[in-house]
């Protein structure tokens, strides 16, 4: 269960919540199975956070720091992960269709066992050849693992 303080401050803006971390020195934030759909939180600071189970539908990460992070089983349709840096994240069995992890630094980031909702493949944009084996590893998903940049 997340820890209610370090929610509230999340909920209120990435701003907010990158101030009150450092104030707070939290290096490991308690997000479990929270509730952020549709939060606009770009840029903010989640290194680290576990946010196993999280329900993430539709939120904006853009820039956000999710290195370290353990997105285990985390739901995340429709979220924009552009520019985010993904380092060393785990996302294993999350659900990432829709996502957009243009420009994405994905270096060392778990991203075996990935599901999506439904019967369509999930489409994982993907800016680097080497994100296709971990993404499609075992899968028989008929569509391109990831969209090139042009």
């Known amino acids: 269960m997340a820890n209610p303080e370090q929610l509230e401050y999340l909920q209120d803006s990435a701003d907010d919540w990158n101030i009150y971390r450092r104030e707070h020195a939290i290096t490991r ?4 199975g929270a509730d952020l759909s549709a939060a606009q939180l770009p840029g903010a600071d ?12 539709a939120i904006d990460l853009t820039g956000a720091n999710l290195a370290h992070a353990d997105l285990s089983g985390a739901f995340l349709l429709d979220v924009d992960l552009s520019g ?3 380092t060393g994240a785990d996302l294993t069995g999350a659900n990432l269709s829709g996502v957009n992890a243009t420009g994405a630094i994905l270096t060392n980031a778990n991203l075996t066992v990935l599901r999506s ?23 028989t998903c008929p569509v391109p693992p990831f969209s090139r940049p042009t």
């Open 29 to 32: 934030p308690d997000l479990t």
């Open 46 to 57: 989640l290194s680290g956070a576990d946010l196993l189970k999280a329900d993430l539908r």
């Open 84 to 86: 985010a840096n993904l």
């Open 117 to 139: 909702a439904g019967p369509t493949c999930p489409m994982l944009t993907c800016p680097t050849p080497a994100c296709i084996k971990p993404i499609w590893a075992g899968s």
